[in-house]
């Protein structure tokens, strides 16, 4: 799918419609100490067997595609805001029109 680069959306700051550039969203990496980075590290030294049926239950392998998400940034006042299409897909382009 292609999305132009710049579209109009509602800002919450300037409380009107203003253009917004998007831009791809990225996940962070995880904190080491979190809790579930911890129970990973746990079951991994417990052996193989263990850490395949924690990693099973937590992670969801079975989809392929995700929601494409991005970061929309408001061109008045600079204010982010996040903008997620509902909907699974392959491939997202920013194209500019
Ligand atoms: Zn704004």
Known sequence: MKLPKEIKLYCK????HTPH???????RQTR????????KRRYKLKGYGANKIK????TA?????????F???CSVC???TY???PKRMKKVELVTV
């Open 61 to 69: 392998v079975y989809k392929q595609n995700k929601k494409p998400t």
């Open 55 to 58: 990693a099973h239950r937590t």
């Open 78 to 80: 600079g204010a982010q």
């Open 71 to 73: 970061v929309a940034r």
């Open 32 to 39: 080491g100490l979190a809790w579930g980075e911890r129970v």
């Open 21 to 27: 550039t998007l831009k791809e969203f990225k996940r």
């Open 13 to 16: 700051k300037c409380g009107t």
């Open 83 to 85: 903008f997620v299409i």
